[in-house]
């Protein structure tokens, strides 16, 4: 029988892992799982749009009239933002009244090791040129509300955050650990964090 655990696969000469899944039979989740690449650079963003008027259903994210609009905003905003070196697209935070404000980030791709980076003040001055220069109706204003490492913790400190990168089996031991440079999924046995305990005998 496969003695590979958690979808390792049995090469004949031991167990191959999926991402994040440590050991000889595949038996551990990793340690720590770093998903700052994933995440990439942002910038925080408000938008005003005055030709819409916000209903209840919007404040729920699973609502046809939620799910309608932000389909409609991404596409409004690629169209503002596709010439904005790197960027990958914007994620609707949340809707609330007032027309409809919009609270959402910009994404951006992680600059290649050997591409000098553009700093996300730059980035956000940008942002806010392209609004104002793409010809779009006077019907939505746009604000930047923080960027990078300051962007919303409310966002960042979820455990929901390292579900989607954690090993499906070990996913509720994972929370979020922000460092100076890096953004990491890891767990109570994970070394060097504040409240790990020792886990060597399990």
């Avoid at 049995?10 to 039979?25: E, Y």
């Avoid at 919009?102 to 992680?110: A, E, H, Q």
Wanted: charged letters at 15%; hydrophobic letters at 30%; proline letters at 6%.
């Amino acid at each position: 029988a496969d003695p590979c655990q958690n979808g390792g696969h049995w090469t004949g000469l031991g167990c191959l892992c999926p991402p994040n899944v440590d050991g000889a039979r595949c038996q551990f989740g990793a340690s720590t799982i770093n998903i700052t690449a994933e995440l990439g650079p942002s910038v925080m963003m408000l938008a005003r749009v005055t030709n819409r008027n916000f209903s209840e259903d919007m404040r729920d994210s699973s609502s046809p009239t939620y799910r309608s609009f932000v389909a409609e905003f991404r596409r409004t905003m690629d169209g503002i933002y596709h010439n904005i070196s790197d960027y990958r697209g914007v994620r609707v935070l949340s809707l609330a009244r007032g027309s409809v404000v919009v609270n959402y980030k910009v994404l951006f791709y992680p600059p290649a090791g050997d591409k000098p980076t553009t700093s996300l003040d730059h980035r956000t001055l940008e942002l806010l040129a392209a609004a104002d220069t793409t010809g779009q109706p006077q019907n939505c204003g746009h604000s930047s509300v923080g960027w990078g490492q300051d962007s919303s913790d409310r966002c960042f400190s979820s455990p929901e955050l390292c579900r989607k990168y954690a090993p499906a089996n070990f996913s509720r031991y994972y929370y979020p650990y922000r460092t100076q440079n890096s953004f990491l999924c890891v767990t109570n046995c994970t070394l060097n964090v504040p409240g790990s305990i020792n886990c060597n005998s399990g």
